[in-house]
């Protein structure tokens, strides 16, 4: 992994990636950008990494990783334009509620490992657990989020594609700098169906 990392400068993460379709399509159009895609499910990572060969794209690396693990043993030198969380698992039942990604304690441990401009995107269908990443993201100190949105890219993932609705935000970090982002995002509609996407700049919503 040491060679990845040692590239991982301005990079992407997506965490919990699925079957990849999101950070395929982006490292495509992205070329020169390290992209890293995390799962647990090594089935999942194993697709995945099929489309990155496939397609010969250096730029692209899935891992078979628990989140919080990878990025507790990251070195510092590591640095994310963007964290992508989309569709993650949204523990519905109270009592799994600390199982969820979005914790104070992941925004702590994430960080420092945003460039002064980085995001962390997330995106849900799961309207409560959209709220509680709002309240847990805007209440901590170390982080603002973003009004309007700010979203990198658009491509249908696997769960996006079942889903007839979902809510995203992002946020920077609070101390970070504010990118000018003059062009806008289209609209969900014109989202590309399974990759290859062009570019869709952020916009606001
Ligand atoms: C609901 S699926 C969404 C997959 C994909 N993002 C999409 O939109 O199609 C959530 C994914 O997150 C992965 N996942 C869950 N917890 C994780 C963790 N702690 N670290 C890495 N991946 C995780 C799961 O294995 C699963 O593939």
């Not at 895609?37 to 990783?65: C, E, M, P, W, Y």
């Not at 009004?147 to 946020?171: G, K, N, R, V, Y």
Request: proline share 9%; net charge neutral; glycine share 4%.
């Amino acid at each position: 992994m040491d060679p990845i990392l040692s590239t991982a400068q301005h990079a992407v993460l997506e965490i919990g990636c699925g079957h990849g379709h999101w950070l395929t399509a982006y490292a495509t159009a992205h070329p020169a950008t390290t992209c890293i895609g995390l799962d647990i499910i090594s089935q999942r990572v194993a697709k995945s990494q099929l489309k990155a060969t496939k397609r010969q794209l250096n730029n692209l690396h899935f891992i078979k990783a628990e989140a919080i693990e990878f990025i507790e043993i990251l070195p510092p030198s590591v640095s994310f334009d963007w964290i992508m969380v989309l569709f993650p698992d949204p523990w519905p039942k109270k009592r799994h509620h600390r199982r969820r990604l979005i914790q104070p304690s992941f925004l702590d441990l994430i960080h420092p490992f945003m460039t002064p401009e980085g995001k962390l995107c997330f995106r849900t269908d799961d309207d409560p657990y959209f709220s509680w990443a709002r309240d847990i993201i805007g209440n901590h100190p170390k982080w603002r989020m973003d009004e309007p949105t700010i979203w990198p890219f658009e491509c249908e993932t696997l769960f996006q594609a079942m889903m007839d609705h979902w809510q995203s935000l992002s946020a920077g970090i609070a101390d970070g700098s504010q990118t000018d982002f003059s062009q806008v995002l289209r609209h969900p509609a014109d989202n590309c169906k399974w990759c290859n996407a062009p570019d869709i700049p952020p916009r606001k919503t």
